[in-house]
């Protein structure tokens, strides 16, 4: 049973978002709020199917996920971290097929 669980799961995320009734996708951590500019935080994207399998999409290719002020926290795919540049605030939108989330956004001076 336990095996079988993981093999949903592990199908679930490498899936396209149309090819899998996607009812909730949001970014972790929900509020982002860094120290201070050179600082950056990890996230992850995770999504829901169904009503039922959870799945992190962090690594998918049809996640989008993008600042609305590079300026201010700028998003690095490649090592999945956010990372401040100025103080001010941001939002940080995610998504996934026609699924998405905004996330709030801050970076204090210290």
Known sequence: MIGRAV??????????????????????????DLDFPGSSLPYRV??????????????????EISSSDESV???DRLSHRLI???????????SFGSRGR???????SR
């Open 102 to 108: 905004v996330s709030e956004a801050t970076v204090n």
């Open 7 to 32: 093999l949903i799961f592990g199908m679930l995320a490498g899936l396209s978002p149309a090819g899998v009734n996607w009812t909730n996708v949001w970014l972790e951590p929900n509020t982002v």
């Open 84 to 94: 401040a540049k100025s103080t001010g605030h941001a939002e940080i939108h995610v």
């Open 46 to 63: 995770k999504g829901m199917a169904g009503d039922k399998h959870l799945a992190d999409l962090t690594n998918n290719r049809s996640v």
């Open 73 to 75: 926290i700028a998003v």
